[in-house]
Every structure is written in structure tokens, then in C-alpha cells.
């Protein structure tokens, strides 16, 4: 959960710094504009954040589906009654 509000953060400065660039004119192909170079760090760092996150709710997912099957296995089991005792003969010759 912490990874998408740190992913959904920075996607938004990368958003904002856009934004700004695009305010003050700066669409140039100008390599040696900041405000580009800091937009495309942040988008950058963003999404690897956002994949980072992914990945983590995937594990958690996981995680809790395996934790769940094995909740739902473990209450089958107490649901079902125990098998009634054998009746054993014994010859007494």
C-alpha cells in the first residue's frame, strides 16, 4: 500500500513539473533545460515506483490467496466428522 502512494506522488510531480515546463514555454528539444531533464527524472523514477508497487501487491496478493486456501482447507477439515471407530473380532479359540 505504501509503494502506490509513493508511486501515485511522484507520478503527480512528474505531472506538475510538466505542466510548469509547458507553462513557461519550455517544450524545446533543448537538452539543457532543467525543468526537462527534473520532469524526466521524475517520470522515471515514478515509474519504476509504480512497477515496484506492482510487483509488491502481487506478492501480497499472493500471499493472502495462499493464507486463504489454506483457511478454507483447514475448515473443511473441521467440518467433516471423524470416522467412526472399526469394529474388530477377535477369535478367542
Same mark, same amino acid.
Given at each position: 500500500?505504501?509503494? /502506490?502512494?509513493v508511486? /501515485?506522488?511522484?507520478?503527480?510531480?512528474?505531472?506538475?513539473?510538466?505542466?510548469?515546463?509547458?507553462?513557461?514555454?519550455?517544450?524545446? =528539444? &533543448?537538452? &539543457? !533545460?532543467?525543468?526537462? =531533464? %527534473?520532469?524526466? *527524472?521524475?517520470? /522515471?523514477?515514478?515509474?519504476? /515506483?509504480? &512497477?515496484?508497487? *506492482?510487483?509488491?501487491i502481487?506478492?501480497?496478493? =499472493?500471499?493472502? #490467496? !495462499?493464507?486463504?486456501?489454506?483457511?478454507?482447507?483447514? %475448515? #473443511? *477439515?473441521?467440518? *467433516?466428522?471423524? %470416522?467412526?471407530?472399526?469394529?474388530?473380532?477377535? !477369535?478367542? &479359540?
Amino acid at each position: 500500500m505504501e509503494f /502506490a502512494i509513493v508511486s /501515485a506522488l511522484a507520478f503527480g510531480a512528474g505531472t506538475v513539473m510538466g505542466a510548469v515546463g509547458t507553462a513557461l514555454g519550455k517544450e524545446t =528539444e &533543448d537538452s &539543457d !533545460d532543467p525543468v526537462r =531533464e %527534473a520532469m524526466k *527524472q521524475g517520470l /522515471a523514477w515514478s515509474m519504476e /515506483a509504480m &512497477d515496484n508497487a *506492482q510487483g509488491a501487491i502481487a506478492e501480497a496478493s =499472493e500471499s493472502f #490467496n !495462499d493464507l486463504m486456501a489454506e483457511a478454507r482447507l483447514e %475448515a #473443511n *477439515q473441521a467440518k *467433516q466428522p471423524a %470416522a467412526p471407530p472399526k469394529e474388530v473380532e477377535i !477369535d478367542a &479359540d
